[in-house]
């Protein structure tokens, strides 16, 4: 019985949660949702992610109601199978949708980042873009940010 009021409880959660997300509502917070840094940094990152992973939110909260009713018949040898299911299941489309919400977060953030110009654009042309940054592989790499500007640049 105790496992039946958890599964109902995540059902009600998943749904709650997945259903304020998919709508925009979800307040940014460090408990539920799609919580990266990208999307804990910028508001449009929040939103996106997790209206991007609402769906599967929702249907794993299905999916863990199904499995608390199914439980409900515990009399059956087979519910108890049912219900592990259900659970297993319910954590994939969670996890899944959270995977395609942290996804889509991410593509908005490359979209929404200025293009990416080398240190010595308006230099002389060299085998290396990056020579005067100090670094190989250019200045467009998330472990040079800021190399690229021209108060950054080492004298």
């Known amino acids: 019985f105790v496992l039946v009021v958890i599964l109902a409880l995540a059902a009600v959660a998943a749904v709650v949660v997945g259903g304020a997300g998919l709508a925009g509502r979800l307040p940014e917070n460090g408990v539920v949702g799609v919580r990266t840094e990208q999307t804990l940094s ?3 990152l929040w939103r996106t992610a997790n209206r991007v ?3 599967g ?3 794993a909260g299905v999916i863990f109601g199904g499995g608390a009713l199914i439980g409900l018949a515990m009399d059956a040898p087979w519910s108890y199978v049912a219900v592990v299911v259900a659970v297993v299941a319910g954590l994939f489309l969670a996890g899944f949708g959270a995977l395609q919400g942290a996804r ?3 593509i908005q953030a490359r979209l929404q980042m200025p293009e990416a110009t080398c240190c010595s654009a308006d230099e002389a042309p060299s085998d290396d873009p990056a020579a005067d940054c100090g670094v190989t592989g250019g200045c467009g790499a ?3 940010k800021g190399m ?3 108060e950054a640049r080492p004298a």
């Open 53 to 55: 992973a609402g769906p």
């Open 104 to 106: 889509a977060a991410s």
């Open 142 to 144: 998330c472990a040079l």
């Open 42 to 44: 910028d508001p449009l």
């Open 148 to 150: 690229c500007d021209h």
């Open 57 to 59: 939110l929702v249907a």
